[in-house]
């Protein structure tokens, strides 16, 4: 179960109807595919910590299902090289 | 003299926004530029640079006796933030317009999902934290721009075509933050940790 906090007002997850806020049954595995395919949507985990950054910056068991999904994760544009200080 | 190291140039822009609440605040300065902010949501590509604007309309008392006025009193106030947000995304166009709902159909094993947004009869009034994160090129440390009660008020287009990205455009109006005090904006100039 991960707890929807993402901004769709209606998460359909196998025929039924999950609001923010709702413990969904959703593998984060199809959890994952939702949040790379849209900013929309967000979950949490049981221990209260966002999916997205368990997965981007989690522990090493989740390094595989972060390396899954890393190449199109929502990220900033790369930094450019370090400015030289005066 | 002049100093080149103050001049602010960059790429290195990020845009997030969040729902307006209580308690909506800036990263702590221990976050460095590019680090994902908790909680906010990142907005991706922009194009065309992030915008602030702010302008404070004063009306003329004159006096037959004073060839300029006597005084200037405060009219009207203004402030806006801008962005073109380059990804399309269905967060984008709710977070742009500020309205409609959304509803999504996750996909199941060999079966394709979807998201819907839809645009229904009445107006809402929907309130969000805006923010940019930009890197300092010069100290190589961050400048934080936040708008904290901002609403949508930028009319809404995209064209899609195959020579340029369909863009969203994202303008919101600052109001008084009921939630912090009546805060407006803040921009804060993170400056490095001392030897």
Redesign the interface.
């Known amino acids: 179960m991960l707890k929807y906090t993402g ?8 025929g039924k109807d999950y609001k923010p806020g709702d413990n969904v049954p ?1 593998s984060e595995e ?1 959890a994952a ?2 949040i790379k ?6 979950f949490e985990t049981p221990k209260g910590q ?1 999916l997205l ?1 368990k997965l ?1 910056g989690g522990t090493p068991e989740d390094s595989a299902l972060a390396s899954a999904m890393a190449p199109a994760l ?4 790369a ?2 090289a ?2 030289t ?2 | 003299m002049p100093d080149q190291s103050k001049v602010l140039v960059t790429r290195d822009l990020i845009f997030y926004y969040k729902v307006s609440a209580s308690g909506n605040a800036l990263p702590a300065d221990t976050v460095e530029w590019g680090t994902a902010w908790s909680t906010w949501t990142d907005g991706g590509y922009t194009q065309g640079g992030l915008g602030f604007n702010a302008e404070i309309s004063r009306g003329e008392v004159r006096m037959d006796q004073s060839l300029d006025p006597v005084a200037r009193p405060a009219t009207g106030r203004t402030v806006t933030m801008t962005a073109n947000l380059g990804e399309f995304d269905l967060a984008s166009l709710v977070t742009a317009t500020g309205q409609g709902s959304v509803s999504t159909t996750a996909p199941s094993s060999g079966v394709r999902g979807h998201t819907d947004w839809t645009m229904g009869q009445t107006v809402a009034d929907n309130y969000y934290s805006v923010a940019f994160d930009i890197l300092h090129q010069g100290d190589d440390e961050a400048v934080r721009v936040a708008g904290w009660h901002t609403q949508p008020t930028g009319a809404q287009q995209w064209t899609f075509g195959p020579e340029n990205a369909a863009l969203t455009p994202f303008v919101v109006s600052l109001f008084p933050d009921p939630n912090g005090s009546g805060r407006v904006a803040t921009i804060r100039d993170i400056i490095e940790a001392a030897a």
Do not use: F, N, Q, W
């Open positions: 901004r769709a007002d209606v998460l359909t997850v196998d959703i199809l595919v939702l395919h849209s900013r929309l949507h967000s966002d950054d981007t929502p990220s900033a544009p930094p450019a370090p400015a200080r005066k």
